[in-house]
């Protein structure tokens, strides 16, 4: 399988993707460019993760294609199916790292599992993609003992050590501070800058983030994609949702819905708190 140089394009096809049978998205016609920083945008629930799943491989489209590099990804034979997921690399959400494992030997795992290499060539590329998080100082601790930005920097390093064709990013700024977002941001355009071919998709719903880091966005809602272009025409857009999306502005039916209490359940409280 012969692939070319430079990015790899992921190309959706009348692409629907869920669950079994029930769909959480479908008629997805999109290409993602090779080469550059994607950012995937959308609500809570409208099917970022689920799309980064079947990108990775780890679920089968009920129907359409995904297309890597050209080749159809789930129409490969398994062998060549097998290779493709080899050059890619994912930053999940969490990190994701072992906890009974150092820092060092976390990030070798894809070495480890799957060369065999002597233990000292294994700790040396350990260390120098730890160094490129800034962590190479960290290198003999453990998880628990490090903290959610520096789990979230090693989870970058591993997914790098085999240096991808293709970068995976799960919600990489969630559940970090402001300061600590916008490093990662940095890492992240650093590390694009250090692999320009290298095709990065984030999933993301962190507006900052987008602006730092995004070069292509698509944005998904309601099952199907509702704009697939740069970053600046997003910005230009007149679309009233994207619109709503990027300055956070609610719809005009959002908003807790006015019922009167139940007069039972009013009167017992009344009478409790009496008491």
Not at 34 to 58: A, M, N, P
Not at 189 to 201: E, L, N, R, S
């Amino acid at each position: 399988m012969e692939t070319g140089r430079g990015g790899w394009d992921i190309a959706f096809r009348e692409l629907a993707a869920g669950y079994g049978a029930r769909a959480v998205l479908s008629g997805i016609n999109a290409t993602l460019p090779g080469g550059k920083v994607t950012v995937i945008l959308g609500g809570s629930g409208c099917g970022k993760s689920t799309l980064l799943r079947h990108i990775i491989g780890l679920s089968r489209p009920i129907s359409g294609n995904i297309l890597i590099g050209g080749h159809d990804f789930f129409h490969l034979p398994e062998r060549e199916f097998r290779r493709l997921r080899r050059r890619m690399g994912v930053l999940f959400q969490d990190g994701a790292l072992l906890g009974a494992l150092t820092l060092a030997q976390n990030v070798a795992l894809p070495l480890t599992e799957h060369l065999n290499l002597p233990k000292e060539v294994v700790r040396r590329a350990a260390l120098r993609v730890l160094k490129m998080v800034e962590l190479e100082d960290f290198a003999d601790f453990y998880p628990n003992e490090l903290s959610g930005g520096m789990r979230k920097r090693a989870g970058l390093a591993r997914a790098i050590i085999a240096e991808p064709r293709i970068l995976l990013c799960d919600e990489p700024t969630s559940g970090l501070d402001p300061i600590t977002a916008a490093r990662m941001d940095a890492l992240l355009k650093a590390m694009h800058a250090f692999y320009p071919d290298m095709t990065m998709i984030i999933v993301s719903h962190d507006l900052a983030s987008l602006d730092a880091i995004a070069e292509h966005v698509l944005v998904l809602r309601d099952g199907g994609a509702v704009f697939n272009g740069s970053l600046e025409e997003l910005r230009e857009s007149d679309d009233p949702y994207l619109r709503r999306f990027l300055h956070r502005l609610p719809g005009e039916d959002d908003g807790p819905a006015h019922t009167p209490p139940d007069p039972e359940v009013r009167a017992a409280l009344d009478r409790w708190l009496a008491q």
